[in-house]
Structure formats: structure tokens, C-alpha cells
T-cell receptor
Framework: GAVVSQHPSWVICKSGTSVKIECRSL??????MFWYRQFPKQSLMLMAT?????????EQGVEKDKFLINHASLTLSTLTVTSAHPEDSSFYIC???????????FGQGTRLTVV | KQEVTQIPAALSVPEGENLVLNCSFT??????LQWFRQDPGKGLTSLLL?????REQTSGRLNASLDKSSGRSTLYIAASQPGDSATYLC??????????FGSGTRLLVRP
């Protein structure tokens, strides 16, 4: 199967700082990437859809100015949590897709803790 | 709007039992349905993917079925083992490749 690498796997940051999470497709070109968030003991919720070369589409209730998504190349999408607060502490995970293939390939996830 | 529901929310069984996890979805216009396993504090492990044109998929002791008309999928685990203990998530994919996840079933297989 295709490999998606997500980095870092965990991060602890101070309240008010920004954190960048990278999602890379290692052996295929990902035309679309998705970012999900999972709070403790809850399921995964879609945050946004990221298409290469265009602005991300955010789900209802997700602040686009707080969660900046950049998909500058066919192999890399980044999620930046700006001015992070303790309530942003969560598990963030990306998935990548390429044209014509409907299976979702997930990164390993990033556990963000804001203190 | 697609909604995915999983029943039961939690399940505890003795080792060796066969078990069935249920997943239902409200919109039958899906591309596929996927089952994942998630261990505590970890990411997702893909178990089985059923395309919308398929009825079932099998991998080892796992068998997943799909009935689009009734909006249901089941994951059957044969001869359960303590190592099967995890949270099992089903997710329905729509035409834009978005995955809508269920809330999961937390499985505990007791030795």
C-alpha cells in the first residue's frame, strides 16, 4: 500500500505558540489530502480538505484562520495550529489520495499537547 | 448529511468467541466503506475496504460485509484473541473522498 508520513508524531507546546504538522505522501502524488482531529475518547472528525495548489476547504465549525493548511506540492500538506490553546490539544491525522484510487492512506498521526 | 453509527459502543468477550461489530450509515451513495483498528494512543490500521459494488471482503479471521440498500456493514471476527483488543472504527467514503467515521466499538477480549 501507499505510504503517508506524518511528522512530528507528538509535540508539546506552550499556549500562544504555533505548531506545524507535516503530511507527506512518500511514493505517490496526492492530489487531495484530508486533515482529521480526534479528541480523547471520541471519533475522528474531518477538519478540512486540502487540494494541491488551491485553498483548503474547511468543515463547518473549523476556524480557517486558526488552522492554516498549505498544500504546495503533490507530496506535502501542512497544518499549522496558530496561537494554540489547551483546548486545541488533540490527535491530528492526515490522509492522502490520488486520482482514481478511492482507498484512504493515513499518516501515523500527531498528538498535540498545549500547556 | 452522512451519519455513521456503530453498535455496540463497547464489547467484552472471552477469548475464542466469534463476534460481530455493526456499522450503519444514512446515505447509501458511498464509494466504499472501510474498517480500521485503533490501539490506545495510536493511529489507524486499515483492516478491510469494501467497494460500493462489493458485498464482502475477507482477511484472515476478519470478514466484512456491506449492504448498501439497508445502509449496513458488519465486521465479523472469528476466534477472538486478546491481541484483538482495540477500538474498531468504520468509515464511509463519499464521492469527494471524504471519510465519515463512526464513533467506534471498544473491544476487550479477556484471556
Amino acid at each position: 500500500g501507499a505510504v503517508v508520513s506524518q511528522h512530528p508524531s507528538w509535540v508539546i507546546c506552550k499556549s500562544g505558540t504555533s505548531v506545524k504538522i507535516e503530511c507527506r505522501s512518500l511514493d505517490f502524488q496526492a492530489t487531495t489530502m484530508f486533515w482529521y482531529r480526534q479528541f480523547p475518547k471520541q471519533s475522528l472528525m474531518l477538519m478540512a480538505t486540502s487540494n494541491e495548489g488551491s485553498k483548503a476547504t474547511y468543515e463547518q465549525g473549523v476556524e480557517k484562520d486558526k488552522f492554516l493548511i498549505n498544500h504546495a506540492s503533490l507530496t506535502l500538506s501542512t497544518l499549522t495550529v496558530t496561537s494554540a490553546h489547551p483546548e486545541d490539544s488533540s490527535f491530528y491525522i492526515c490522509s492522502a489520495h490520488y486520482i482514481g484510487y478511492t482507498e484512504a492512506f493515513f499518516g501515523q498521526g500527531t498528538r498535540l499537547t498545549v500547556v | 448529511k452522512q451519519e455513521v453509527t456503530q453498535i455496540p459502543a463497547a464489547l467484552s468477550v472471552p477469548e475464542g468467541e466469534n463476534l460481530v461489530l455493526n456499522c450503519s450509515f444514512t446515505d447509501s451513495a458511498i464509494y466504499n466503506l472501510q474498517w480500521f483498528r485503533q490501539d490506545p494512543g495510536k493511529g489507524l490500521t486499515s483492516l478491510l475496504l469494501i467497494q460500493s459494488s462489493q458485498r464482502e471482503q475477507t482477511s484472515g479471521r476478519l470478514n466484512a460485509s456491506l449492504d448498501k440498500s439497508s445502509g449496513r456493514s458488519t465486521l465479523y471476527i472469528a476466534a477472538s484473541q486478546p491481541g484483538d483488543s482495540a477500538t474498531y472504527l468504520c468509515a464511509a467514503m463519499d464521492s469527494s473522498y471524504k471519510l465519515i467515521f463512526g464513533s467506534g466499538t471498544r473491544l476487550l477480549v479477556r484471556p
